[in-house]
């Protein structure tokens, strides 16, 4: 057996043994970019963490494909209240996979693309997570610029939900990458950025600043008992009465077991910090590489 498949082999082997249905830890192990941890609470709620003690990244009780655990991705699905009938949708960051889940539930017709550019992210999904690939979602291993420079293009939202903790990979935060994202939207189309609080994020005053410059509309929906910001870009979104009203009326008809209104209730205001620095490429920040 070749070196690569007995690798592969043995990934497998070790998902295998680690599943267990109780609480506690599912799987830990290193994966090219990260330290992946999968854990299960009492509830059946499974976590996946990129560090012991970290952020959680994805929230997903298998089989409750349109709970969406985590607020702040309730929080990006008004983007529905401004496209509802998605054809084209690319998301950036896979995590568990809970969106893109979500959206394929909700939208069986639409394309679906996901990016990550952590190969043992994708197969932990697939794993623990119920994520499944099917005719019209596709799970891409890549660099998310990389795709994006790449892709054709038209996509209806686009997703991007690779921004960590105090951790920003700057090449996808970039004036010219974000207006590169906007080359690839369909007319109408909306970016959708889930992006820390400026106590977590460093770069959040130049994150605001460089998207504003992007893009012809912006503003920022902060999420209830979260320490996460939303970002909406590119199209405008409907003041925050007309848009709870839009989001009730897609809990109603889609008959979600959340209400999506209450994230809408503050609104979604333009706070940019002007006086922040761009992000540019001539920073010339690296990519994210591999561990050695």
Same mark, same amino acid.
């Given at each position: 057996?070749?070196?690569?498949?007995?690798?592969?082999?043995?990934?497998?082997?070790?998902?295998?043994?680690?599943?267990?249905?109780?609480?506690?830890?599912?799987?830990?192990?290193?994966?090219?970019? %990260?330290?992946?941890?999968?854990?299960?609470?009492?509830?059946?709620?499974?976590?996946?963490?990129?560090?012991?003690?970290?952020?959680?990244?994805?929230?997903?009780?298998?089989?409750?494909?349109?709970?969406?655990?985590?607020?702040?991705?309730?929080?990006?699905?008004?983007?529905?209240?401004?496209?509802?009938?998605?054809?084209?949708?690319?998301?950036?960051?896979?995590?568990?996979?809970?969106?893109?889940?979500?959206?394929?539930?909700?939208?069986?017709?639409?394309?679906?693309?996901?990016?990550?550019?952590?190969?043992?992210?994708?197969?932990?999904?697939?794993?623990?997570?119920?994520?499944?690939?099917?005719?019209?979602?596709?799970?891409?291993?890549?660099?998310?610029?990389?795709?994006?420079? &790449?892709? &054709?293009? %038209?996509?209806?939202?686009?997703?991007?939900?690779?921004?960590?903790?105090?951790?920003?990979?700057?090449?996808?935060?970039?004036?010219?990458?974000?207006?590169?994202?906007?080359?690839?939207?369909?007319?109408?189309?909306?970016?959708?950025?889930?992006?820390?609080?400026?106590?977590?994020?460093?770069?959040?005053?130049?994150?605001?600043?460089?998207?504003?410059?992007?893009?012809?509309?912006?503003?920022?929906?902060?999420?209830?008992?979260?320490?996460?910001?939303?970002?909406?870009? %590119?199209?405008?979104?409907?003041?925050?009465?007309?848009?709870?009203?839009?989001?009730?009326?897609?809990?109603?008809?889609? &008959?979600?077991?959340?209400?999506?209104?209450?994230?809408?209730?503050?609104?979604?205001?333009?706070?940019?910090?002007?006086?922040?620095?761009?992000?540019?490429?001539?920073?010339?920040?690296?990519?994210?590489?591999?561990?050695?």
């Amino acid at each position: 057996m070749r070196p690569r498949s007995l690798a592969l082999s043995l990934f497998a082997l070790v998902l295998s043994c680690a599943a267990a249905s109780g609480p506690g830890v599912l799987y830990e192990g290193d994966s090219p970019f %990260n330290h992946l941890i999968v854990a299960q609470d009492a509830q059946g709620v499974r976590r996946l963490y990129f560090e012991k003690d970290g952020a959680v990244q994805s929230a997903i009780k298998p089989g409750a494909t349109l709970e969406l655990e985590l607020p702040y991705a309730r929080a990006a699905m008004l983007a529905l209240a401004v496209h509802p009938n998605p054809k084209r949708i690319l998301i950036i960051g896979l995590g568990g996979g809970a969106m893109p889940m979500f959206l394929r539930a909700l939208h069986a017709d639409a394309e679906i693309e996901v990016v990550d550019i952590d190969p043992d992210v994708v197969k932990v999904a697939s794993k623990y997570f119920g994520f499944r690939e099917d005719a019209r979602l596709k799970a891409h291993v890549a660099d998310g610029r990389a795709f994006v420079e &790449k892709s &054709k293009g %038209n996509y209806d939202l686009i997703f991007l939900d690779a921004y960590g903790k105090g951790e920003i990979p700057r090449h996808l935060a970039t004036l010219e990458f974000l207006k590169n994202v906007r080359g690839k939207l369909a007319p109408g189309g909306l970016v959708v950025g889930n992006v820390w609080e400026p106590a977590s994020n460093p770069l959040y005053g130049p994150m605001t600043h460089t998207y504003a410059e992007a893009y012809p509309d912006f503003c920022v929906l902060s999420v209830p008992s979260s320490g996460n910001r939303i970002f909406f870009a %590119n199209q405008a979104l409907p003041m925050k009465e007309k848009l709870a009203e839009l989001a009730a009326a897609i809990s109603a008809k889609r &008959k979600l077991p959340f209400e999506m209104s209450m994230y809408a209730r503050g609104g979604c205001v333009r706070d940019v910090d002007a006086e922040a620095p761009l992000l540019t490429d001539a920073d010339k920040s690296e990519e994210p590489a591999p561990k050695k």
